[in-house]
């Protein structure tokens, strides 16, 4: 099959949310926001509204070569949304487990509006199997951005969230981990906790999505309606680009985290005792070093460089501390091969990243698509990848009564960690998330 035509078109800037806002009840609806703010301040430039692919793929995958799907001729011409769960990456480590969302999900979009926060303009893309048909798309998605409508703050759509296990259990599962880091089994392992519960009757995962993208907006804001599942990630953390131009791979692992404060000067205080941590930079270099390693599979030998150790990022309810790792990828080497040497991401699974898998899979029930990957292949009209980490996620399934939601939020554990700190660490995470379901 021929790589399709691609025509692009730019326009007037206008605000992604609400041309979202007016796509969100039709199937496929897609928006990647890049957040509230200054944009660029964690790596969002562009953000993406679509609806309506014309191929999708949701399905299991092949446990040796799990991106295999994306080597299909029908997803190599770009604009293409993927999702792949957590479970699928790690299965090689914990075996078959039951499954709660699809390995993978892929979508084809033959138009699309890039939204370009730097310059600022809207591109309308339109990808056709000739130049009229790339044309045709191109008008179908400038109509788009006569759709958008009030994009106001709904109320919360839920008042339930309801943990699934105990607080205690979450806290002995922490102590098991310390005690086998102590015992040598391993050096780390990301640990997380569940919620769940259903939205009010009528109620609709956009709504959670608005809620979230308003005024908490994060770098890798996504929703995603597909069939009866929908996801709503506000997720500040960069898995994976990857320029096909160049060869430039880039990952942007956090670790460590501290929560903010009301009062400016507490606030301060508590990035400056984040910068400082001995734990947190000990963890957040342990998964430097993971993530060195996974890009290496992939990478021309000697060109993985550390960019920046040790970053606090401030965001809406936390700060992070992330440093950036870089690659050049071998010649011949395409997106797939950079997801599948990386995948999953090192930040949420620990060092060594298969025995950790396998704790983390003693302790937990299957993560569905928490802490896998949301990532967009050429979707802004060139061949680029970039994939964010899960985290800060909620997925959504519509079953005759509504919708029912899952949530999850994870710490790091090392030798040193503390049970109850580290369940605080998991409650000021997943904070933003509780109030966009339920509020405060």
């Given at each position: 099959m021929s790589l399709p035509v691609v025509q692009i078109a730019r326009l007037d800037w206008v605000e992604p949310l609400a041309v979202a806002a007016g796509l969100n009840?039709?199937?496929?609806?897609?928006?990647?926001?890049?957040?509230?703010?200054?944009?660029?301040?964690?790596?969002?430039?562009?953000?993406?509204?679509?609806?309506?692919?014309?191929?999708v793929f949701v399905g299991a995958v092949d446990d040796v070569a799990p991106f295999d799907a994306l080597r299909d001729p029908e997803f190599a011409g770009g604009g293409v949304v993927g999702l792949m769960s957590y479970d699928a990456g790690a299965r090689p480590a914990t075996g078959a487990r039951a499954e709660v969302w699809p390995d993978l999900m892929l979508a084809r979009y033959p138009a699309l509006l890039a939204f370009d926060h730097a310059a600022p303009e809207v591109l309308v893309i339109g990808r056709g199997v000739d130049a009229a048909g790339a044309e045709a798309q191109v008008r179908r998605a400038a109509e788009w951005l006569a759709d958008g409508v009030d994009a106001s703050i709904p109320s919360a759509p839920a008042s339930e969230f309801e943990a699934e296990a105990e607080v205690h259990a979450?806290?002995?599962?922490?102590?098991?981990?310390?005690?086998?880091?102590g015992a040598g089994e391993l050096f780390q392992a990301n640990i997380a906790r569940a919620w769940g519960g259903r939205l009010a009757a009528g109620r609709d995962p956009f709504e959670v999505f608005l809620r979230l993208s308003a005024e908490r907006g994060a770098a890798y804001g996504a929703f995603w309606r597909l069939g009866r599942r929908a996801l709503v990630s506000n997720s500040p953390e960069l898995f994976l680009t990857f320029d096909p131009g160049t060869g430039r791979v880039e990952t942007r692992p956090i670790k460590g985290t501290r929560p903010r404060h009301a009062d400016p000067a507490r606030d301060a205080e508590l990035a400056a005792a984040l910068a400082a941590s001995v734990k947190d930079r000990a963890e957040n270099l342990m998964i430097v070093d993971l993530m060195r390693n996974d890009l290496a599979r992939a990478a021309t030998p000697g060109s993985v460089r550390v960019e920046r150790l040790f970053e606090v990022e401030s965001h809406p309810t936390v700060h992070h501390l992330v440093s950036t790792v870089t690659a050049t990828a071998r010649p011949g080497v395409e997106a797939a091969e950079v997801l599948e040497a990386t995948f999953p991401p090192g930040s949420i699974t620990g060092a060594p990243k298969h025995q950790a898998m396998k704790v983390i899979a003693g302790h937990e029930p299957p993560r569905g698509p928490w802490c896998g990957s949301l990532f967009g292949l050429g979707l802004a009209g060139d061949g680029g990848l970039t994939a964010s980490v899960l985290i800060r996620t909620a997925s959504f399934e519509l079953d005759a009564v509504g919708w029912g939601f899952r949530a999850l939020a994870g710490a790091g554990i090392v030798a040193d960690s503390d049970p109850g700190a580290e369940r605080e660490e998991t409650e000021a995470k997943i904070s933003a998330l509780k109030d966009a379901l339920i509020g405060v």
């Amino acid at each position: 099959m021929s790589l399709p035509v691609v025509q692009i078109a730019r326009l007037d800037w206008v605000e992604p949310l609400a041309v979202a806002a007016g796509l969100n009840r039709r199937e496929g609806a897609l928006a990647l926001l890049a957040g509230a703010g200054d944009p660029a301040a964690h790596g969002g430039r562009w953000s993406f509204v679509g609806c309506e692919p014309d191929r999708v793929f949701v399905g299991a995958v092949d446990d040796v070569a799990p991106f295999d799907a994306l080597r299909d001729p029908e997803f190599a011409g770009g604009g293409v949304v993927g999702l792949m769960s957590y479970d699928a990456g790690a299965r090689p480590a914990t075996g078959a487990r039951a499954e709660v969302w699809p390995d993978l999900m892929l979508a084809r979009y033959p138009a699309l509006l890039a939204f370009d926060h730097a310059a600022p303009e809207v591109l309308v893309i339109g990808r056709g199997v000739d130049a009229a048909g790339a044309e045709a798309q191109v008008r179908r998605a400038a109509e788009w951005l006569a759709d958008g409508v009030d994009a106001s703050i709904p109320s919360a759509p839920a008042s339930e969230f309801e943990a699934e296990a105990e607080v205690h259990a979450y806290e002995a599962a922490v102590a098991d981990v310390v005690a086998r880091i102590g015992a040598g089994e391993l050096f780390q392992a990301n640990i997380a906790r569940a919620w769940g519960g259903r939205l009010a009757a009528g109620r609709d995962p956009f709504e959670v999505f608005l809620r979230l993208s308003a005024e908490r907006g994060a770098a890798y804001g996504a929703f995603w309606r597909l069939g009866r599942r929908a996801l709503v990630s506000n997720s500040p953390e960069l898995f994976l680009t990857f320029d096909p131009g160049t060869g430039r791979v880039e990952t942007r692992p956090i670790k460590g985290t501290r929560p903010r404060h009301a009062d400016p000067a507490r606030d301060a205080e508590l990035a400056a005792a984040l910068a400082a941590s001995v734990k947190d930079r000990a963890e957040n270099l342990m998964i430097v070093d993971l993530m060195r390693n996974d890009l290496a599979r992939a990478a021309t030998p000697g060109s993985v460089r550390v960019e920046r150790l040790f970053e606090v990022e401030s965001h809406p309810t936390v700060h992070h501390l992330v440093s950036t790792v870089t690659a050049t990828a071998r010649p011949g080497v395409e997106a797939a091969e950079v997801l599948e040497a990386t995948f999953p991401p090192g930040s949420i699974t620990g060092a060594p990243k298969h025995q950790a898998m396998k704790v983390i899979a003693g302790h937990e029930p299957p993560r569905g698509p928490w802490c896998g990957s949301l990532f967009g292949l050429g979707l802004a009209g060139d061949g680029g990848l970039t994939a964010s980490v899960l985290i800060r996620t909620a997925s959504f399934e519509l079953d005759a009564v509504g919708w029912g939601f899952r949530a999850l939020a994870g710490a790091g554990i090392v030798a040193d960690s503390d049970p109850g700190a580290e369940r605080e660490e998991t409650e000021a995470k997943i904070s933003a998330l509780k109030d966009a379901l339920i509020g405060v």
